[in-house]
């Protein structure tokens, strides 16, 4: 299983992480991954197509 590094904004009110592929991730949840294979494609698309966050 591959992991990939995600472009997001962490919510300052719940912890929350959200990413421009539309991932949420629970307060605290975003950091356990320690090795990644490259920035995530969905995110790329996103941000190549001007996604806000």
Do not use: N
Not at 15 to 40: A, I, N, Q
């Amino acid at each position: 299983m591959k992991s990939y590094v995600h472009i997001g904004k962490k919510s300052w009110w719940s912890g929350e992480m959200t990413t421009l592929c539309g991932m949420k991730f629970p307060k605290g949840k975003s950091e356990e991954v320690t090795f990644h294979w490259g920035l995530c494609p969905a995110c790329k698309a996103a941000k190549k197509r001007g996604a806000k966050l």
